[in-house]
Structures are given as C-alpha cells and as structure tokens.
C-alpha cells in the first residue's frame, strides 16, 4: 500500500507544471505579433489591440467620463483622447504591466520577475509572475496571479496583487484573436 502511494505521489510530482514551462508560454506570447482583445475589469469594458509595436485601447463600456475614450501609442510617442474630444500627443511611457512588457522588453521580464505557484487546473495553467524587488507600498502592484490557456499562451484572466497578496484589480478577457491588425487601426486623425 506504501509503495502503490508513493508511486502515485512521485508520478503526480513528476507530472506537475514546472516554472520552465510557464517560461517557455510566455516567450511564445512576447511573439504574438498581433491581437485584438475585449476586457472586463470591473464595470469597465475596454478592446485592446495590438500590432508590433503599435498598441490601441479602447473604452467600451463604463462610466461616462471614460466611454469613448482612447489611446494609441507606437512605443515612443502617444495619442488619447477623452470621450468626444480632440486626440493630444504626448509621449509614451512604458508598461508597467509584465503581460505588455513581454512585448516589448521580454528579456527584462525574466530578469525582473519570478514565477511561483504553478498549478494547472481544467486545462488551464494559473500561476503568480512576481516582481523580484516588490514595492513596500501595498497600494502598488507586487505580482500578477494569471490564468492562460497553454494552446493560446495569451491570458484569460489575472488579478493584481499588493506586496501582502491582497487583490488591487482584476481583468478578465471576454474576446480574444491572436489575428494580426490591419495598420489602418492604430492612424490617429486629428
């Protein structure tokens, strides 16, 4: 009965999803070269589409002050505008969210983050990318707890976690088409 355990045991371990693997996802996912996804986070709605290196997000859904909204950014320079408003350039500031940053800086990624607690569940992986050096402040984000789809590699769901492990935000991905964009989506006019 021991042995028959134990052999169970060691078969489950020598099955579990490994850090690597999870690894391996994300460089596949830093070489999307386009996609077009609708997110829910809270009673927000937003699409956001992607064509290297050009990035637009859309506000769907939502209160009134951010419905309409938008913002276009090539990786240097940005373009947004409010609800019904001209488009203002600025220039771009880089994601601090490591899903984009696989994008455009995967190598940093994997020197700046780890991942923990790996788990597969339903055919989809979850797992926790954290930053090596977390924030001290709990309002700031400290690690991102993500679930994808290991055929897509791109996410499905992740919360925003604090130093402490408490929940800041949460996305969930409502349409996603790893299909790249046609160019004419990321022209602003003013």
Do not use: C
């Not at 991942?115 to 090596?132: C, S």
């Amino acid at each position: 009965m021991r042995r028959g355990l134990a052999a169970v045991l060691v078969l489950g371990l020598a099955m579990a999803l490994s850090p690597e693997e999870v690894w391996k996802a994300l460089e596949a996912h830093g070489k999307v070269q386009g996609y077009l996804a609708q997110a829910r986070q809270g009673p927000v709605v937003y699409q956001v589409a992607f064509r290297r290196p050009w990035v637009r997000i859309d506000w769907l859904e939502g209160p009134e002050y951010l419905k309409g909204s938008a913002l276009v950014s090539d990786g240097e320079r940005a373009w947004s505008r409010a609800p019904k408003g001209p488009w203002q350039e600025g220039k771009a500031t880089p994601p601090e969210d490591p899903l984009q940053l696989l994008f455009t800086d995967p190598q940093g990624v994997a020197r700046d983050y780890l991942i923990r607690e790996v788990r597969e569940e339903k055919g989809l992986w979850t797992f926790v990318l954290a930053k090596k050096n977390p924030p001290k402040d709990e309002r700031q984000p400290a690690a991102w707890r993500i679930t994808l789809n290991p055929k897509g590699h791109l996410p499905f769901r992740y919360e925003v976690l604090s130093p402490s492990g408490k929940v800041l935000a949460q996305v969930e991905y409502l349409k996603l088409d790893p299909t790249p964009l046609p160019q004419s989506l990321f022209e602003v006019r003013p």
